[in-house]
């Protein structure tokens, strides 16, 4: 385990980006309202040849483990963790949908669910997945991402342990709130950086 915090690659706004491993750098942050996050799944998507704009990369081998979604819970008032489906969680009434308006004969899934900690009836957001530009293979619209913080209700923090290219820190610098996100690979803490200066307040994609 590092021995302290690491010095944020990025710190404005109220946003602050990590650079690492979040399994080495959560135990050493504070808790928050919300954490929004979207971690692997272990599905290999990230070198998927649909996915031929980006180039190959290993982060998608293997789901995030036990250790560290038990990690995450236990950090937040609220949780929502996409691609829950593939991990052992609670049962839940509350999932979010997002229909990604493909045809059916679509390679890929037509839709992506949310687990969420807290209590609710189901939600379904309809936005077409080729309605945005993309950073990162597995990239959620910022407008998503809005949708996901007003479900949560009333926060004021969040926390993105597996942030990508940093959707989640746009929509939250968009909605006024403070956000946390940590990722591994620099290229997409850069991409994050770069959207972040490109953003304004309440802007959706």
Excluded at 80 to 107: A, C, H, M, T, V
């Amino acid at each position: 385990m590092i021995p302290m915090l690491p010095t944020p690659y990025y710190e404005a706004n109220g946003i602050t980006i990590y650079h690492g491993d979040c399994a080495q750098i959560l135990p050493f942050l504070d808790p928050v309202d919300l954490l929004l996050t979207d971690p692997p799944y272990g599905i290999g998507i990230s070198g998927n040849p649909v996915r031929q704009k980006h180039k190959p990369m290993d982060w998608d081998k293997a789901p995030a483990s036990d250790a560290v979604l038990d990690m995450m819970q236990k950090m937040a008032g609220r949780c929502i963790i996409w691609g829950g489906n593939y991990y052992n969680l609670k049962p839940s009434r509350k999932f979010l949908i997002w229909d990604k308006q493909q045809p059916e004969d679509f390679s890929l899934a037509m839709a992506e669910m949310a687990w969420c900690s807290f209590d609710g009836n189901a939600k379904i957001f309809r936005l077409s997945v080729r309605s945005y530009p993309k950073d990162h293979p597995t990239q959620k619209p910022v407008a998503l991402m809005h949708w996901c913080i007003e479900q949560a209700g009333d926060v004021a923090t969040i926390l993105d342990p597996f942030m990508g290219s940093g959707t989640t820190l746009v929509a939250a610098k968009n909605r006024g709130k403070r956000c946390i996100g940590i990722e591994r690979e620099e290229v997409y803490c850069k991409a994050a950086v770069d959207r972040l200066a490109q953003s304004s307040l309440f802007e959706c994609e």
